[in-house]
């Protein structure tokens, strides 16, 4: 499963961010360092593009390639 609880990754300083959201420097529990992407304002996101963004993950997720960001797993819930 790619769902990672929100108490296992501890955010960092904003490194990036766009229209809809921040990219921050992380610490994921039994993973690291990691990069996170966080949505600005889900509320504002359409729920079609929401399902579009959960298949995308689900296909990222199984790719392998020294030219792609793997992948380690999706926080859908905000933190405690």
């Known amino acids: 499963a790619l769902e990672i609880p929100a108490a296992h990754v501890d955010l960092?300083?904003?490194?990036g961010g766009g229209g809809f959201a921040l990219v921050f420097e992380g610490d994921c529990k039994?993973?690291?360092k990691?990069?996170?992407k966080q949505?600005?304002?889900s509320d504002l996101?359409?729920?079609d593009a929401l399902e579009e963004?959960?298949?995308e993950t689900a296909i990222w997720a199984q790719l392998r390639s020294p030219y792609i960001v793997e992948l380690y797993g999706v926080?859908?819930?905000q933190p405690p």
């Open 34 to 36: 990691v990069a996170v």
């Open 45 to 47: 996101v359409p729920q």
């Open 30 to 32: 039994h993973r690291g």
């Open 39 to 41: 949505l600005v304002r």
């Open 75 to 77: 926080c859908s819930q």
């Open 53 to 55: 963004l959960r298949r």
């Open 12 to 15: 960092g300083k904003q490194v």
